[in-house]
């Protein structure tokens, strides 16, 4: 009954591979997010994504491409890994209109070797 | 413009109280509070919306203040598992933007 689940978990991976991210949410939620945190627990958001249109697009590298095929679902795909890129990636999602209450995935760490 | 909690960290015994102050240059919409522990992600603890609010969560209390730029949370009588990573968030009034704090680190030993 997970309601934000992400997969990987856990992902090493050599500089300059392309990864992906999965994420689905099973909430009813109509906005999905990207946070990435680094290793000074530092939580930066990435993209969020309203009915699968992008809202918000800080700035992120375009290695970085983000795509939500419905509502439910916010996947991420990173293109030519760097080290710098080693994060926990954590997935969330939220309703407009309830104080956007931010519910989150457990996270994928990345390790980029 | 990112929230500012202070302090950075806190170091507690077991049963001690603590207050985590979030304070923001604008007026906020509202603020969330969230903790973080070790290896895990994010939860929700509360959410204040309006100015002199103050709201409760078993032990764990908030505050917002009536000008909406400073919120506090109160840990009373702490608790072991109180230990992790809270951040305070922001809401400029876009609301689809929160705007997360930097975090304040809380360590409770037996």
């Known amino acids: 009954d997970t309601a934000v689940s992400q997969t990987p978990k856990y992902l090493v991976t050599q500089m300059g591979n392309d990864k992906s991210i999965k994420c689905e949410q099973n909430l009813g939620h109509d906005t999905m997010y990207w946070y990435k945190q680094d290793s000074k627990k530092f939580l930066k958001i990435m993209f969020s994504?309203?009915?699968?249109?992008?809202?918000i697009n800080e700035t992120v590298p375009n290695r970085f491409s983000p795509k939500s095929p419905d509502k439910a679902h916010l996947n991420l795909h990173i293109n030519s890994l760097e080290l710098g890129d080693s994060a926990v990636y954590f997935c969330a999602s939220s309703q407009a209109g309830t104080g956007n209450t931010i519910y989150f995935g457990e996270g994928s760490w990345l390790t980029v070797v | 413009q990112q929230p500012v909690q202070s302090p950075q960290a806190v170091i507690l015994r077991e049963g001690e109280d603590a207050v985590i102050n979030c304070s923001s240059s604008?007026?906020?919409?509202?603020v969330h509070w969230y903790r973080q522990k070790h290896g895990e992600a994010p939860v929700f603890l509360m959410i204040?919306?309006?100015g002199g609010e103050q709201k409760g969560h078993e032990k764990i209390s908030a505050s917002f203040n009536e000008k909406k730029q400073q919120s506090s949370l109160y840990l009373t009588a702490s608790q072991l598992s109180y230990s992790g990573t809270y951040f305070c968030v922001g809401n400029a009034g876009n609301n689809r933007k929160l705007i997360w704090g930097l975090g304040t680190s809380l360590a409770v030993n037996p």
């Open positions: 994504y309203n009915n699968k249109e992008l809202i």
């Open positions: 204040l919306l309006k």
């Open positions: 604008k007026a906020l919409y509202s």
